[in-house]
């Protein structure tokens, strides 16, 4: 069992491309994913999974279909799953931590270019 302390601004400046969530760790069967974010990602929804999203840096608008959550630095917020979102960094880049299940793809039920399968560690 590795124990190991994990600084998030220096695990944030080795994540080189946005929308590529990298692991940190893992408790239990969930993933703590890290992720920078910079423009717009895509409708999607994830049918079995929620997911949470802690803003580290920045201001992340998160629409639904219905209205928009603005979070800033130090607030999160739960997607239930079923739930279609469509997260907008848009004031310049957002550093966000995801808690979500194993297995758990960044495009939900789409798979395109942006879908990461292998998450890398950070």
Known sequence: M???KINLDEAFGRIPEPWQPHLAGQVNDVHIKLAKLDGEFHWHRHDDEDELFLVVKGTLRMRFRERDVVLQAGEM?????GVEHLPVAEDG???VLLVEPVGTLNTG???NER????LKRI
């Open 2 to 4: 590795e124990i190991r």
């Open 77 to 81: 917020l739960v997607v239930p799953h």
């Open 93 to 95: 880049e957002v550093h």
């Open 109 to 111: 039920n789409l798979v």
């Open 115 to 118: 879908t990461v399968r292998d």
